[in-house]
């Protein structure tokens, strides 16, 4: 398999289902953190943070 390929062409059918694990597990964090006042922190870009990026605590 190309590792620059998603998963969800995979052969190996565990994997392919890996996708629509991460979203229901996105989902039921999104509410867990809502329902306990925790904020919740969505990275939408594939790329890491810098310093410069982070707020000060």
Do not use: I
């Amino acid at each position: 398999m190309d590792m620059k390929a998603p998963v969800s062409h995979s052969k190996d059918p565990d994997l392919q289902k890996v996708p629509q694990a991460l979203m229901r597990a996105a989902e039921k964090a999104r509410q867990l953190a809502e329902q306990t006042g925790t904020p919740f922190v969505v990275r939408k870009t594939d790329t890491t943070p810098t310093k410069a990026d982070q707020q000060p605590t």
